[in-house]
C-alpha cells in the first residue's frame, strides 16, 4: 500500500466530511399535532321556583331547572356545577351528567341554602382529540442526504 495514496484519501474524506457537515439549509416539514377541542353545547335557563325542602316543609330552597343540549357528534360527560347565593352565603353544588350526541337534558337542583338564591351554571364539557397539521422549518445539512451514511450521525 502506498502511504500517499492513504493519507490523500483520509484528507480527501475529511474535507468532504467538513463541506457536508457546514453546508446546511432550511426544508418545510408537516407535522401532525392534537389538541384538546371542548365539545359544543347549549345551555338554557328553564325556571326558578321556590320549593319546601323535605322533610322540614316550612323550609323554602330555590330551585333551578336548565336545559343542556350536546350539539356535537359523540356522547359525553358534562360536568355542571352550580352556584347559589342568597345574599348572606354561597354554595355550589356540581353534578355529572351524560349526554348522547345531539340530545337535550333537563337537570334539576335544590339550593343547599335556605331563602331565595340568586343561581349561576358554569359548565365544563368534555375534550375531543383533534389531530391537525403544522410546517415547521427544520435544518438539514448534506449528511441528510448522503444514503448509506446517515450511522455516522448517530440516526
Known sequence: MDIKAIIGGALGLLIAA???T???WQIDVVENYTTNVPYKYEQQLVRTQQVSEFPWF???VTQVQYLVKNLDTKDGTYTLNFRFDNGTNSSTKTTKVKILAGEEKAITMN???HGVSTVSLNIVPPNTLDTQQRTVKKTVNAWNYVPGLKFLLGK
Request: hydrophobic share 40%; glycine share 0%.
Open 18 to 20: 467538513i463541506i457536508l
Open 22 to 24: 457546514t453546508y446546511t
Open 111 to 113: 339550593s343547599p341554602l
Open 58 to 60: 316550612w323550609n323554602k
